[in-house]
T-cell receptor
Framework: DVKVTQSSRYLVKRTGEKVFLECVQD?????MFWYRQDPGLGLRLIYF???????EKGDIPEGYSVSREKKERFSLILESASTNQTSMYLC??????????????FGSGTRLTVV | KQEVTQIPAALSVPEGENLVLNCSFT??????LQWFRQDPGKGLTSLLL?????REQTSGRLNASLDKSSGRSTLYIAASQPGDSATYLC??????????FGTGTSLTVIP
């Protein structure tokens, strides 16, 4: 069964800490995405990557960076965590091309709380 | 930019009832449309994906339709069950291979 795996289901971090959220997919997908989901705001795209070492800003990249050193792994980095980054973070992957037959596959999410 | 709207935001029905969830989008030049289910505190599970050349897709008690010309998709759930209670989201691809999501419909099926 194909999978997108996020390394942590729940994380609690302190303000100012550097935080790494990891995502791994085993489907050989070119595209990988990081979203955050907040009540009333839906899913908002933070960053996406369409190839190794390539990245594009989404709608809300401020305060975040990403790393994609290998095709299967896409990391989201909070350089200095703040309380307004408390959220559910969702990783997804897809084959290249908007006409993909398979759409998106999501991970199970990481609930991050910054205190 | 694609704008995606889902109405209603919340829906409560008695068990056994058939129901329809709606998704509207502004740019009809789409390649596909995907419906997801999200249980509380969890990730998204893909339910159905309709290619632009298709009008319907079915999986068990679920049937999704797509009308590109009117910018609408519906998800029909037959004989609803309490286990169907979840949030349902539709998503469409946009520029740069990213997808645009609706804000979802929260469904509660009452036993």
């Amino acid at each position: 069964d194909v999978k997108v795996t996020q390394s942590s289901r729940y994380l609690v971090k302190r303000t100012g800490e550097k935080v790494f959220l990891e995502c791994v997919q085993d489907m050989d997908h070119e595209n990988m995405f990081w979203y955050r989901q907040d009540p009333g705001l839906g899913l908002r795209l933070i960053y996406f990557s369409y190839d190794v070492k390539m990245k594009e800003k989404g709608d809300i990249p401020e305060g975040y960076s990403v790393s994609r050193e290998k095709k299967e792994r896409f990391s989201l980095i909070l350089e200095s965590a703040s309380t307004n980054q408390t959220s559910m973070y969702l990783c997804a992957s897809s084959l290249v091309g908007s006409d993909s037959l398979y759409g998106y596959t999501f991970g199970s999410g990481t609930r991050l709380t910054v205190v | 930019k694609q704008e995606v709207t889902q109405i209603p935001a919340a829906l409560s029905v008695p068990e056994g009832e058939n129901l329809v969830l709606n998704c509207s989008f502004t740019d009809s030049a789409i390649y596909n449309l995907q419906w997801f289910r999200q249980d509380p505190g969890k990730g998204l599970t893909s339910l159905l994906l309709i290619q632009s050349s298709q009008r319907e897709q079915t999986s068990g008690r679920l049937n999704a339709s797509l009308d590109k010309s009117s910018g609408r998709s519906t998800l029909y759930i037959a004989a609803s069950q309490p286990g169907d209670s979840a949030t349902y989201l539709c998503a469409l691809p946009g520029a740069g291979n990213q997808f645009y999501f609706g804000t979802g419909t929260s469904l509660t099926v009452i036993p």
